[in-house]
C-alpha cells in the first residue's frame, strides 16, 4: 500500500496518542500539560503552542475515539466512526505548505484547537486506510505483555510486534532458551533411563 507523507504523519500521531492511554500496568502517558506539550513536540504539531487543561481533557477523548475506531468489530462500523469523529472536529480541508513541507492537505480549520487538528487529520488519515482495505495495518504488538499500538507497512502484512529489535527479539530469544532448555531436559531423562 502507498502511503503518502502526510497520511503516515498523522498515523504516526495516530498512534503516539493511542500509545498514552493507560492499560494494565502502564500509566496515563498524557497525565498533564506538560506531557501534552512533549507529546506535540515529539509529534512536531504546528500551531499548538498555547495549551491547556481543556486541550488536555479534549485530546484524551480524541484518544479514545482513536481506541474505539481501532477497535472496531467490521469496517461499517469503523466509518461510521471516523465519519462522527471528522464531523466533530470540523473537518475543512486546506493546501499548505510550512515548515520545510512541500504542499499537502490539512483537514483541520486554521484556527483549530489540537483536538480538532487531531481528530481531522488522524480521523482522515484511519480513513485512507480503511478505504484502501488496510484498516488491519493499525494493530497491537503480538508480545503478551505490550500492547502497543503500530503500523503495519511491510508489503505482506506479517508484521507481528512494534518493534522487532525489543519485543520481537525478546520473544525469540525467550522461545529460544526455552527449546534450549526443554532439549537440555530430554537429554537429561533419556540419560537417567539407560541407566
Same mark, same amino acid.
Given at each position: ?65 482513536? %481506541? &474505539?475506531?481501532?477497535? +472496531? !468489530? /467490521?469496517? $461499517?462500523? @469503523? ?8 464531523? *466533530? ?48 495495518? %493499525? &494493530?497491537?504488538?503480538? +508480545? !503478551? /505483555?505490550? $500492547?502497543? @499500538? ?8 506479517? *508484521? ?36
Amino acid at each position: 500500500m502507498l502511503i503518502n507523507h502526510d497520511t503516515r504523519f498523522a498515523l504516526d500521531g495516530v498512534v503516539d496518542l493511542l500509545n498514552t492511554a493507560p492499560d494494565r500496568d502502564v500509566p496515563e502517558g498524557l497525565p498533564d500539560l506538560d506531557a501534552l506539550r512533549e507529546f506535540v513536540r515529539r509529534n512536531s504539531i504546528s500551531g499548538a503552542e498555547r495549551l491547556c487543561e481543556a486541550d488536555l481533557l479534549a485530546i484524551r477523548e480524541v484518544r479514545e475515539d482513536f %481506541l &474505539r475506531i481501532v477497535a +472496531a !468489530p /467490521d469496517d $461499517r462500523t @469503523a466509518a461510521g466512526l471516523v465519519n462522527a469523529l471528522v464531523a *466533530r472536529a470540523g473537518t475543512t480541508p486546506q493546501l499548505t505548505d510550512h515548515d520545510g513541507y512541500d504542499w499537502h492537505v490539512h483537514y483541520f480549520a486554521p484556527d483549530s484547537g489540537i483536538s480538532d487538528h487531531l481528530a481531522a487529520d488522524g480521523g482522515m488519515a484511519l480513513g485512507f486506510l480503511l478505504v484502501g482495505g488496510e484498516r488491519e495495518r %493499525l &494493530r497491537r504488538c503480538g +508480545a !503478551p /505483555d505490550c $500492547r502497543r @499500538a503500530f503500523i503495519d507497512l511491510s508489503r505482506n502484512r506479517s *508484521r507481528r510486534y512494534c518493534s522487532s529489535r525489543t519485543c520481537g527479539n525478546r520473544l525469540h530469544v525467550a522461545a529460544y532458551r526455552a527449546r534450549r532448555r526443554e532439549s537440555a531436559e530430554n537429554a537429561g531423562a533419556g540419560g537417567d533411563a539407560k541407566a
